[in-house]
């Protein structure tokens, strides 16, 4: 669709160029580990090298006696003023420092401040702490077993490691749906442990002032409004009152949901710098973060499906054990404890569905959705993707066909599935038709099909995945009671330039730019001119916070609601101008004109200069408006992605070497971002898909805790991607857009897991677990008898 | 710990400064000298977000100590920009996309000027070489790769 807007104003469809980047490039960005205070401090923090032990003592002199260390915090000075627990968005609790035992190996167990970050780290080398170990549990199978050793002993009244049981769906129709039918497929898909790693890690400075009492955090976080409430909440006891906090999210290196979380450390900064009455900066260590911060996944799934002999899917079913570590720590929007999973029926219309997900504690860290992923929509979107494959083995279907054969069709939008959403708009054929033409499936299948007789491996994958994005309607969606709307508050100078705050936090989406570009198709004045801030609590708006793809859902929505509200009154403005009557004025982009009499106009910046220096009489003078959307519905972003992979029989390593990935995220703001943010998706994808797991062995210890074996992909292992788009505009947001950030990362996994399946499927092989290492594969090449 | 008194040239300017033996090279430039441009984001040498110009050659400034760079010439990403003009790799990030969060985005551009000096017309593998020890989470590198091309074109003299 061709911009309404000149290039010069840069409404949407422009590829402008980031506004954010002149810092960027220039080494100018502000981060956190940037703010330098006067008279501040450093914190490190002692951690646990048990996966699961009683503390015996803690020994803080030697540290106290290094020159520099000026206090060690342990457990026991946190009790004194009821910090040593905090709440999670979950519901439950999780220690903030511990006075009785550890839960998982690298658990915060005391922090040290002393006045440089070497002394600091040399403070904590001083720090002797006597364990008794306890027996760990690692398994969450074995976790709910009978006999289990209780972990939470905490909890007065727990007598297992059992968090919830969740369900939706209707089990008896679907079991019945199960009996009835020709077909069913059943496979165990476990999703491993993974870590966001955005490159920077987390931390804060946390500075209160004694003499105001007031606190100022610096702090990595997505969500800066929630975070200032939640220590309100936490710490109101101790004086911290929200009308004297202030959090400040700067520029933020990566997020991808692992900056949602409140980490023990930002607490201990808090603490450390109110008792101290200095400025506290704390910065964790790339080990730290990978070994502590929040995870992903660790979803243990059964899934199953129905169909008729003709391909007909009927019926599904899915089972899944969550591991969630020692705390039901999930950012999960509250009344979902596992998250949007219930999204599994996916692309097809299946008219009976059933889902249930228990979750149990074990001796690891908490956290589980934390990467790119709009609330455990990779997992369901994973099963129902996987599992969709396996059925096409079992008929002998093309994958594309089945996939054709049972997709909701355009018609049927909106479409309410059988467990309970309603999707807003998809054409989901006509995206899968345009990736099978665009990479040549056809062909593919051939060169497969020679390649076989040569005993060579190539395979063709595929994944038409449906999100569900822009967390959302308040009816159904709050954290801790807060409601999930988002805001913008835009305000006109007289010049007629514009300032755009809102209640969202980019962490590298490049809202400075796509919100200025929103601003600039609803009120004509160049992007350009739009100053857009966000992250600030004494300046934005109220709001939850960017994640889950929710920006545009949200905050995007109520800068467009709010521009319109601004062009009413400019309206208003007009007519008093131009001496006309409202009904008479028409709106281009940029001016209000005299219908008929195109050369009688105001432009939006004459009227911007009028409504402070000639507003018509009883009227305010000024031109702002504020919103807070509360979005009618959630949005659902669409794709359909194949991959082909080579398979070296060799050493068993998977070379992808096309993907080609068709999106549907409804009316595009800025091309250019939009297909960056795919790029980045895809190798997000790619990342769990072939490389990144987390994993423990029996004692607890983790292996994958740094970058010397948790491997990211690098330029080597990644693809040129090739990107392609269709359009269905969402139908209730105010200019059609859907979320974006995550439908990559969703997408992409099951493409390239279906793409290895693909390339053995002759041999018999019908799932491998992600990551698919060369070691997975060349074993499985090694039974089969094909291995080089 | 013993103290050392370090000369170290940084964007052609001698900085002098008392530095205890252990102190990193990154450390040296972000707290010391106050250039933050420079990140950290990773503890064993894998993430090249600290990358800068050691004598002209890039090494991650996370594993070089501040009194290995005595006496030697340091270019950080401040550097790039000369009498207010972009570098040609600067201005192809921000015209490629190149860059998201922008963390990585300074080490990034150390070593695709590195590479450049050494080779100035470098294939895509080329370029995937040379950054490959640079990690980026945001932009899953395509862009990085043509605003790597884009510099090189720029830098290139004009054919007669």
Redesign the interface.
Same mark, same amino acid.
């Given at each position: 669709m061709a911009p309404r807007t000149s290039a010069e104003v840069s409404g949407m469809g422009h590829s402008m160029?980031?506004k954010?980047?002149?810092?960027?490039?220039?080494?100018?960005? $502000?981060?956190v580990?940037?703010i330098?205070l006067p008279g501040m401090v450093h914190l490190d923090i002692v951690r646990s090298p048990y996966a699961h032990a009683r503390i015996k003592a803690i020994h803080t002199e030697k540290a106290l006696a290094v020159p520099g260390v000026l206090a060690v915090i342990t457990g026991k000075t946190l009790e004194q003023f009821n910090l040593h627990w905090m709440p999670t968005l979950m519901s439950d609790t999780q220690m903030v420092l511990p006075t009785e035992k550890v839960m998982y190996q690298a658990q915060e167990v005391a922090a040290v401040i002393a006045t440089d $970050?070497?002394t600091a780290a040399d403070g904590v080398e001083a720090v002797e702490v006597e364990y008794e170990p306890l027996p760990v549990v690692v398994d969450p199978f074995k976790a709910l077993e009978p006999g289990a050793p209780v972990l939470r002993t905490d909890k007065k009244d727990k007598k297992d490691n059992h968090i919830f049981h969740w369900e939706v769906g209707d089990r008896a129709a679907t079991d019945a749906a199960f009996a009835a039918a020709d077909v069913t497929v059943k496979e165990q898909i476990y999703l491993p442990r993974i870590h966001?790693?955005?490159?920077?890690?987390c931390g804060c400075v946390a500075d209160f002032d004694r003499a105001m009492g007031h606190l100022t955090v610096y702090m990595t976080t997505q969500a800066p409004h929630a975070i200032r409430t939640v220590i309100a909440l936490v710490a109101g006891h101790v004086g911290l009152s929200e009308e004297r906090i202030r959090v400040v999210s700067p520029?933020?290196?990566?997020?991808?949901g692992g900056k949602v979380p409140v980490y023990p450390g930002y607490v201990i900064a808090i603490a450390a710098s109110v008792v101290l009455g200095k400025p506290v900066k704390w910065v964790e260590? $790339?080990?730290e973060n990978l070994q502590a911060d929040s995870f992903a996944r660790d979803y243990h799934i059964t899934a199953e499906l129905a169909a008729k002999k003709d391909g007909t899917m009927t019926a599904l079913r899915i089972k899944t054990l969550a591991d969630h570590g020692y705390a039901d720590a999930a950012a999960n929007p509250s009344k979902f404890p596992a998250g949007l999973f219930s999204i599994c029926t996916g692309s097809y219309d299946l008219k009976h569905a059933f889902t249930e997900v228990d979750a149990a504690y074990t001796n690891k860290p908490p956290g589980g959705i934390a990467y790119r992923c709009s609330f455990r929509v990779t997992e369901a979107v994973h099963a129902i993707e996987r599992i969709t494959d396996v059925l096409a083995q079992k008929l002998a279907m093309d994958p594309a066909e089945l996939r054709l054969k049972n997709f909701i069709k355009p018609e049927q939008f909106p479409y309410k599935s059988a467990l309970g959403w309603e999707y807003d708009s998809g054409n989901y054929p006509a995206a899968l038709k345009l990736a099978i033409d665009t990479i040549g499936y056809a062909e593919l299948r051939q060169e497969q099909a020679e390649k076989r007789q040569k005993g060579e491996l190539m395979g063709i994958g595929i994944s038409s995945f449906t999100e569900i994005v822009g967390a959302g309607p308040s009816k159904q969606f709050d954290i801790l009671g807060i409601k999930m709307f988002d805001s913008a508050e835009i305000r006109i100078h007289p010049t007629g330039k514009a300032i755009a705050r809102f209640g969202t936090k980019s962490?590298? @989406?490049?809202h400075e730019t796509t919100y200025a570009q929103i601003v600039a198709e609803e009120l004509g004045i160049p992007a350009a001119h739009v100053q857009v801030e966000e992250g600030d609590t004494d300046t934005a708006p109220y709001g939850l916070g960017t994640y889950a793809s929710r920006s545009t859902p949200t905050s995007g929505a109520a800068c467009a609601v709010a521009a319109r509200k601004i062009r009413e009154k400019a309206k208003k403005i007009a007519a008093y101008l131009l001496e006309a009557s409202e009904e008479d004025l028409e709106w281009e982009p940029g001016k209000f004109y005299v219908k008929g009499a195109p050369q009688k106009a105001k432009t939006i910046q004459e009227i911007a200069f009028a409504a402070y220096t000639n507003h018509p009489p009883g009227m305010e003078a000024g031109l702002e408006a504020v919103d807070y959307y509360d979005p009618p519905n959630l949005t659902f972003p669409f794709g359909s992605y194949i991959c082909v992979v080579d398979i070296d029989r060799g050493t068993g390593a998977v070379k992808i070497r096309r993907f080609l990935a068709v999106d549907d995220c409804g009316n595009i703001i800025n091309p250019?971002?939009v297909?960056?943010q795919i790029? &980045?998706?895809?190798?997000?994808g790619m990342a769990p898909a072939l490389l990144e797991e987390i994993s423990y062995d029996e004692s607890g210890n983790i292996s994958g805790g740094?970058? =010397?074996d948790y491997l990211?992909p690098?330029? =080597?292992e990644?693809p040129?991607?090739e990107t392609a788009k269709t359009v269905t505009p969402s139908p209730h947001h105010p200019f059609g857009a859907k979320g974006v950030g995550e439908s990559a990362t969703v997408g992409a996994p099951p493409a390239i897991a279906n793409a290895v399946v693909d390339a053995l499927s002759h041999l018999g092989v019908r799932h491998i677990d992600i990551p698919i290492t060369p070691e997975k594969v060349w074993t499985i090449l090694k039974e089969k008898g094909v291995a080089e | 710990m013993a103290k050392h008194q370090i000369r170290v040239k940084v964007q052609g300017t001698e900085r002098a400064a008392e530095v205890?033996s252990?102190?990193l090279l990154v450390?040296f430039l972000?707290?010391v000298l &106050?250039?933050? &441009?420079?990140?950290? &984001?990773?503890?064993?040498t894998?993430?090249g977000?600290c990358t800068v110009l050691l004598d002209g050659q890039p090494v991650k400034s996370c594993t070089v100590l501040a009194v290995q760079a005595d006496g030697r010439e340091v270019t950080?990403?401040?550097g790039?920009?000369q009498d207010g003009k972009?570098h040609p790799i600067?201005e192809g990030?921000?015209?490629e996309?190149g860059? @998201?969060?922008?963390?990585?985005?300074?080490g990034m551009?150390m070593t695709g000027y590195a590479l450049l000096q050494a080779n100035p017309d470098p294939s895509?593998a080329e370029?995937?070489?040379a950054?490959?020890?640079?990690?980026? $989470?945001?932009?899953?590198?395509?862009?990085?790769?043509k605003a790597v091309r884009y510099a090189a074109g720029k830098l290139r003299p004009n054919p007669a």
């Open positions: 160029k980031r954010e980047d002149p810092r960027f490039i220039r080494g100018q960005g $502000r981060y580990d940037d330098k $970050r070497y966001v790693a955005s490159i920077e890690t520029d933020i290196g990566g997020g991808f260590d $790339r080990t962490q590298g @989406q490049g250019m971002i297909d960056g790029h &980045g998706g895809l190798t997000m740094s970058f =010397m990211l690098t330029a =080597m990644t040129s991607w | 205890e252990r102190l450390h972000r707290e &106050g250039l933050t &441009g420079t990140h950290i &984001g990773c503890d064993t894998h993430c977000a950080t990403v401040e790039l920009e972009l600067q990030f921000w015209q996309h860059l @998201q969060c922008g963390y990585c985005t300074p551009l895509e370029i995937r070489q950054i490959s020890g640079n990690l980026c $989470r945001c932009t899953g590198y395509v862009n990085i790769v």
